[in-house]
């Protein structure tokens, strides 16, 4: 913490700091510049609120300069995660391909998809049995039912599940039917969910909030950690923002962000971070071209029919020709390294 | 819905979405233009999804025409609403104005504040009990010992209770002790929570989400009133954008958005919208001059003390001084509409 | 500057920043903290750019902790700016209506306008003759002919002409006719015009750009006063954010942060700041509760038949309504400044 | 121009629009739909002004549905421009990489660039010699001396040099020295500077402003255009959003965007769009896989002491490497497309 004093602080102004960081149980470090002085803050074993002194007089600013997490970081772990999820992983050397429908509508869709992406050699299958909707009156998912035509698709096609809970019934039927426990966006900060997950055997893959920062981001896979589930992935898939070309704005730029923090693997979903199905092609390339992990996308035997976001499914056929565009880029990317570095 | 056709679109592209159209069981209107041709769509019930048109062959664009929310609308019911709060209300004439600390933190504290609110005239109380902190290394609010203390202040001061609820068993016990079940910003999409507040028999005051479009604002009330429960009251509480003075954006220009669509009661919380002690009075009087119904406001006996959000809290002092100034401003409007309307 | 090191920075890495915080002829303060060393820098004059640290190695972030503004800050004048436009001013007691349509379309157009605006007691009328438009096929204003007519408003009801400027060329016909020149939005950052301007005897009214921050939108008006050209007036209109059911989103909390560290006046515009005629008078109102020190307001004599922006002018009756109202809320706030202050 | 009508709309509020499009000179077509009746508009030449209608009793909203531009689309002109730039080509087959430092600060720093450059076999080169800078206090620009030095570089090493020009005097400069005029993000929309390079021969690289729809962006190169100019490359280079971990968010999405609707090139610029050095190549090869033509990326000999933005710029090593990969990249995206399309 270093809290800068305004230009017209008195000297009792700065006193007065000094003494609040004594009393709090740190050491103040009185550093005159130019213009302002600045109080550093040492000792602190966590994080210091800047409450405690942004309203005290001729106090300017308080800035916190440590981060506020730790199991998450390089820092406790300098290498990568890689996490299990069913019989594959996902943060190791190879492109982990999770896809699917955006929701399962019935059991001939999904095993048209189902087979589709066990073709193309992706080692996971996506689909939503329970659907956070917008509105109320739209289609909310099948529930159950829709977990069980999940487990047959793993028990046919030998893929491994990665589908969305939305609260703790939810977390409970997920856990005994699928491999990975996907938490929403809109529940990136529903901290009683982290909580719950937290305690679940199952790998969670955890999706950015549409308006979460980074530290927000990472805070919440802390969240799961710190209950003892270490097996988090992380999954960007666009923010809110003021552009209005695509549904949400893909950020890939958190994709070296996290990694510079982070041990935790990061993968893409270009399909809810576009909305549209002639971007999701691009963006999935050049989500594997920033170094994620692993992608999601989304596909639907028929996406005009589509119950749920038709407007960002790939059909079967454009995914098969996306899936070799990917691996070719990824082998690209691979190959250099082994060369170069 | 309007579908809008490319420029190139061929007869044939038109006559296959004509062909969609009539096949969902609605009518299509074709209507050719300078440059391109759009297909109006009339007899639906509810919304079309664009989806089933969008990657049709010579669509440019499917614009949707009708709004998905139905309940928290005007049309349903012309007259605003107001809502019975312990034993006041919110949405009448009155400027309802509910303060207290971000937190509960002791007897004494809240005791203290609780002597101010009451003063001062205000009729409602908040205090969180459950609190949805960033990191998971924060103070996370007292729970039912916490809920136990406000039920005092009700006692003792007759002050309404308005306090957060996270999950079911906070909304439960929060329907034991308070008059009121907070739904905060990180919950606005927490579907499974709002269908659940959403048969309770307490009012239920909802915050907007940091990245919440009106829509979505206006349809996270109607998951709650289509549960049955029709007492909402909604919370402007700032969004998040790139402007980095303030804590968050606070955008009052939702105040008569909302009140142009939907009879529900719109209040506005300047503490979180501006998270800096000098700008909740500017912004609180503005909340009142733009026409919303009431104010939240965050006070504590000790700001830099609070252990959670003290950066934002009022002293005593100055909330009392700012109760003054609200009220000769929700005076002056209301005269001159006694005069001149 | 405040340079964080990693947790695992070595002393090397340290010496490292030292070295080149003294090679840059300033003083290095190091700072041992619980986890993380931080480098505080004292004894430079100007800002230091934080590129010269942010990629040596053991750095993990270079903090700016001194604001780059010198002439707008209330640090060199404490007491506000009073700007002379035309007879009347700006910043002082009274609250400052500048009113008018969008653009400058007919004699006949303005002259209706100007009369209403005389009439309700405001000193300043606006409207322009060259006109910022998004295409460059919509109406580009009446030029030279638009300030002619604005003049004769001047001459015939005494009103105070404020109008804009796009490049050098206009700001030499402003300079001639009117008494205010008017920099839009998206040239808060034209940096040459800003420059042009300075060396002009005129006021300026310099609008907020639609993605500035508090820093830019001041630097701003500081590139107008370091060229000698102390006359400048602040205007919020409106930033863009996600928020989509208002043109723009008014970012009112800007007036009390600007009145913070400035001495310079700020108004507030609310028809450009939302788009929508309903919208316009709460925001106005909110604009007066916040403290800005007057308002631009557009008004037209027949907004749908306007050829700019006719969805946010009010019609002369609203307007001299409004009017009524902002009046009331300013003299409420002053009256309560002189009991209780 | 399609305008939607309120639920509760008289048939007197249909009359009046009706009639108002007919006065217009236009046709109307009533839609009347479930719960509300929609008016739609044909017959118009250009754009339509919602404006006339947005205001008149029963209407709640109009809804354009032609966008305003034409010469930068591909219904003009349904093959990509190919913009030869001095003796090179943007928008042909290959990979157009302009690299340089952000500011030309030396003839030796300049050159030891600019050998990294002509090495990687780029083609082009890019240099400031007139900074738009956030203060006024900060290094400028070395102005013609700037561009004299650019103008040797081209000489020694045949690159063709992109400059920037922030005004009429500039432009005639850069036309002088080098081969291509960039507009920077912050002067996107100064329409008196686009109709001045609209009149130039020279090319002109077009950066998007920071808060700039797809739109916008579009009719900023409509406006050059519509001047006669039509060599114009459009560069996304991050916008303005609440994400922080970068200085922008660099919006990949428009590439794909912009490749549907119009004909002209358009380059990524993974220096300003990321803002901090180890995350311009992973965004500059997302970039590549995302399809755009080319990349524009800052080098300096030693970034620590840059004069300007040193924290984005890559050391000529780096530089060195990152061309490797992007070309990798490239050319199994190529390979691809010839054996599969």
Known sequence: MLIVMKTDATQEDISRVVEVVEKLGYRAHVLPGATTTAVGITGNQGPVDPAHFENLPGVA?????????????????????????????????????????????????VF?????VAKSGAKFFRGGAFKPRTSPYSFQGKGEEGLKILAEVKERFGLNIVT???????????????????????????????????????????KRGMSATLDEFLLAAEYIMAEGNYNV???????????????????????????????????VDPSHGTGKNYMVSPLAKAGVAVGADGLLIEVHPCPEEALCDGAQALTPIQYLELYQQVQAIHKALCEYEEVFV
């Open 112 to 116: 048209k998809v189902a087979e589709a």
């Open 61 to 109: 600013e308080a800035i916190r300069v440590s981060k506020p997490y730790k199991l998450v970081t390089r820092d406790l772990k300098p290498n990568k995660s890689v996490i299990k999820v069913g019989n594959a992983e996902i943060g190791g050397g190879e492109l982990a391909v999770i896809a699917g429908p955006c929701a399962v509508e019935s059991r001939e869709q």
């Open 233 to 267: 992935i992380l999954c960007e898939r666009g923010i809110r923002t003021f552009s209005n070309h695509a549904r949400n704005t893909l950020d890939l730029s958190i994709v070296p962000a996290v990694q510079k923090i982070s041990h935790l693997p990061i993968i």
């Open 164 to 206: 969305e809970a939305m609260d703790e019934r939810g977390v409970d039927l997920v856990e005994r039917y699928a491999d990975c426990i996907q938490i929403g966006a809109r529940n990136m900060q529903n901290f009683s969910l982290l909580k719950y997950v937290g305690r679940s055997k199952k790998p969670v893959l955890l």
